[in-house]
């Protein structure tokens, strides 16, 4: 059981993650905000209705969370800029 358990949270995490670089990787910018807000609004939900102290032991791994999908954003960001770019340069030489 603990197995399968680990297992579905393995599958959630890629899923969650895939779809936060897909969604940075669209032309609009505002795509990519999605997941880290429902992510924020989600922790917050579960810190309220849970009672939870804000501890060091409880925040830090939320902040890690947050502040990873940040970064895919930021880097499905730079690569959407690499591939117009590239679809310019392509134009130009043709």
């Not at 897909?22 to 880290?36: A, D, E, V």
């Not at 890690?64 to 880097?75: A, M, P, S, T």
């Not at 770019?85 to 030489?93: E, N, P, S, Y």
Request: glycine share 6%; net charge positive; with cysteine.
């Amino acid at each position: 059981m603990l197995f399968v358990k680990f297992l579905c949270t393995i599958v959630i995490t890629l899923f969650i993650s895939g779809m936060q670089k897909y969604l940075s990787t669209r032309k609009s910018w505002l795509l990519g905000s999605i997941i880290p807000i429902l992510t924020a609004g989600i922790l917050a939900t579960m810190f309220y209705i849970n009672k939870v102290p804000f501890s060091f032991e409880s925040l830090v791994p939320c902040a890690i969370l947050i502040v990873l999908e940040l970064f895919i954003w930021i880097d499905g960001r730079f690569q959407h800029k690499r591939m117009e770019i590239r679809k310019m340069k392509a134009k130009d030489i043709g």
